[in-house]
């Protein structure tokens, strides 16, 4: 079909890496155990890579006026244990951040935790938690759910709630967190970095950032 990539999103990523074979894979998506883009090179060979991964924390710290240094001894609350959650606990442990993963399934918080040297702990306890900040990493709130929640209610403790979903741009999390008076961070910003990454390793090409934000920024226009 003459295709020359894919964008690959949940819950396919972990998936993803494994059909394409971690030799195949840059060094960083094999730590994080997930892939989001694939090429496909002429001679038909796959290869992986993970956009995630610094996408997400630069949206994260723009949206804080910090570098991701700063992040070191923050307390983070990770909703989720999937292949983007992978991505983010992978960047904030890097940054030294004091990271707890909260996920429905216990038992998938705790094998994640261990691979990071960080906690785990069920997806209901972060409502009652003391993080700074929280992550939401999980499809809960996606369209068409748009009036689902991976909280019922954002703790005290929490500063910053970060919503990797941007389908909506607003989900009911992002609109409990300006309701209690936190800062929301839509995964808007992010969606747009790991984009213009992917877009750059399958054209070689600079990719036009301003032009995608104007595309991106558009209400009367949503995304598929």
């Not at 090429?39 to 956009?51: H, R, S």
């Not at 984009?195 to 036009?208: D, G, H, K, L, Y």
Request: aromatic share 6%; proline share 4%; charged share 20%.
């Amino acid at each position: 079909m003459d295709w020359h990539g894919l964008s690959v999103t949940i819950p396919h990523k972990e998936n993803a890496l494994a059909y394409v074979g971690e030799a195949n894979c840059e060094e960083l998506a094999r730590r994080i155990g997930a892939i989001n883009t694939i090429v496909f090179d002429a001679d038909g060979t796959l290869k992986g890579y993970n956009t995630d991964y610094a996408a997400a924390i630069d949206a994260l710290c723009e949206a804080m006026g910090i570098s991701r240094e700063q992040l070191a001894g923050t307390t983070v609350a990770v909703l989720g244990a999937g292949g983007a959650a992978r991505a983010i606990v992978a960047a904030l442990v890097h940054y030294r951040a004091a990271v707890t993963i909260h996920n429905r399934t216990l038992d998938r918080a705790i094998r994640l935790a261990e691979e990071f040297s960080c906690s785990a702990a069920k997806l209901d306890a972060a409502a009652a938690g003391e993080a700074e900040i929280i992550v939401n990493c999980t499809s809960v709130g996606m369209r068409p759910n748009v009036n689902d929640s991976p909280l019922r209610a954002v703790p005290a403790s929490a500063k910053v709630v970060f919503d990797t979903i941007y389908n909506p741009v607003e989900t009911r999390l992002l609109r409990q967190a300006g309701a209690a008076g936190r800062r929301a961070v839509s995964g808007l910003e992010m969606f747009l970095r790991q984009a213009v990454r992917q877009f750059e390793i399958w054209t070689a090409r600079t990719a036009p950032i301003d032009a995608m934000r104007k595309v991106l920024s558009r209400p009367d226009e949503p995304l598929a």
